[in-house]
């Protein structure tokens, strides 16, 4: 693996844990996940879901699923370093 399909499991990996952990989702199915699926806590600790997403999405490989959870990856990653957010 080189550093470059390093950098895209871990945006994969960081965007599907973050949207588990902290977000309401699209119809809301990662709050319905926390709610109905904890998975013996992991949804409520992102760096220890992380462990478990980086190993499950890199025994996937690269697929459409995979690059979009990386694209979001790194769109959060660069949302993250402008300081923005949305107050509603």
Known sequence: ??????????????????????THGPFGIFE???????LGGL??????????AALILSLIGRNVVTDALAIAGVALWLHGFTGWRLNL
């Open 43 to 52: 949804t409520n600790c992102i760096i220890c879901l992380m462990v478990w």
């Open 32 to 38: 319905w996940i926390r709610e109905q699926l904890p």
């Open 1 to 22: 693996m080189n550093l470059l399909d390093w950098l895209y499991f871990a945006a994969a990996a960081w965007y599907i844990s973050y949207s588990l952990t902290h």
